[in-house]
């Protein structure tokens, strides 16, 4: 999981309506995808934190970019992508309402940390792929399929067990 990087938001002083904007440096750490680690090129990335007070807690917004690489989920092969993320919070202290409770405050410290690890993860798409039409790895012989020529790479067709006892019969 990510480094833990705390902010005191009790010591921002902000009065209800008030904001600051805060420039951090973002380590969202490695992400586990099917088994496999993603985790951005240069480990922190430069990001901005605005928050605002409210009248019961705090509203906040987070931004970053950077790039993300790991295997391709269809050849294993690198695979880099870029990624914007931008993750809004609300945390409005002393309410049982969960869509007022950030689960990224806790007595008034911010954990930029875990909450830009789980943006990451929000943030990527569903497949990061090496290139759009990776054409990934044969299902019988497990060679890439993209520095394969598709008239050379043929398997035989395999009969379907479920003829066996007919071939007895011969």
Same mark, same amino acid.
């Given at each position: ?104 405050? @806790?007595?008034?410290?911010? $954990?930029? +940390?875990?909450?830009? /690890?789980? #943006? ?5 798409? %569903? !497949? =990061? ?14 060679? @890439?399929?993209?520095?394969? $020529?598709? +008239?050379?790479?043929? /398997?035989? #067709? ?5 003829? %066996? !006892? =007919?071939?007895?019969?011969?």
């Amino acid at each position: 999981m990510a480094t833990h990087q705390i902010i005191d938001l009790d010591r921002m002083a902000l009065s209800p309506g008030e904001g600051r904007r805060i420039d951090v440096e973002v380590d969202p750490g490695p992400l586990e995808l099917g088994g496999q680690e993603y985790r951005f090129a240069l480990g922190t990335v430069a990001g901005r934190l605005d928050l605002s007070r409210t009248a019961a807690g705090h509203a906040m917004r987070l931004a970053f970019e950077g790039d993300v690489g790991g295997p391709c989920m269809r050849c294993l092969e690198p695979a880099e992508l870029s990624v914007e993320v931008e993750a809004r919070e609300v945390d409005q202290a002393g309410t049982a309402d969960e869509d007022l409770t950030s689960p990224y405050v @806790s007595e008034g410290l911010l $954990d930029v +940390a875990n909450w830009a /690890h789980d #943006a990451v993860a929000l943030a990527l798409p %569903a !497949k =990061l792929l090496c290139r759009p039409d990776c054409a990934g790895l044969c299902a019988v012989c497990g060679a @890439s399929l993209n520095d394969a $020529d598709p +008239a050379e790479h043929e /398997h035989a #067709a395999a009969r379907d067990p479920r003829w %066996a !006892k =007919l071939d007895e019969l011969r």
